[in-house]
């Protein structure tokens, strides 16, 4: 398996690039359901569905077009975006409609202040 280093990743919503993204998480969920029969010793599962969430920390910036639509959005209720992207590198990339769950803007004495946002998918995860 190749390491990589996080140089060329970046992360955007409905096409608006997030600036001074410094973390950005995909994780992609299997639920299943217990469907072992009684007196067997090994679990036996049925999957359900598939589930997705993206979480991208930033170093917050009032100016930022796509902070300030997440943190609108949030804010009003409108909280659903039509696309979500996280790039891995030049060539691929995780894209998919979402809601955001939660944004906050953290500020620290002696360090940068920063932004954090978690969505949660509302379909289809698809990687290019």
Do not use: R
Request: net charge negative; proline share 2%; aromatic share 8%.
């Amino acid at each position: 398996m190749a390491i990589t280093k996080h140089t060329q990743g970046k992360f955007s919503v409905n096409t608006t690039q997030l600036t001074n993204a410094v973390d950005a998480t995909v994780t992609i969920n299997v639920n299943n359901a217990d469907v072992t029969p009684i007196g067997t010793s090994w679990e036996t599962v049925l999957v359900l569905h598939k589930g997705w969430e993206m979480n991208v920390s930033a170093n917050y910036d009032a100016a930022d077009t796509a902070q300030a639509a997440i943190i609108t959005a949030f804010t009003t209720g409108a909280s659903t975006f039509t696309s979500l992207t996280l790039y891995e590198d030049g060539t691929g990339n995780y894209v998919g409609s979402g809601i955001v769950t939660s944004a906050s803007v953290t500020k620290s004495v002696g360090s940068p202040d920063k932004f954090t946002a978690s969505f949660k998918g509302t379909g289809t995860l698809s990687h290019t």
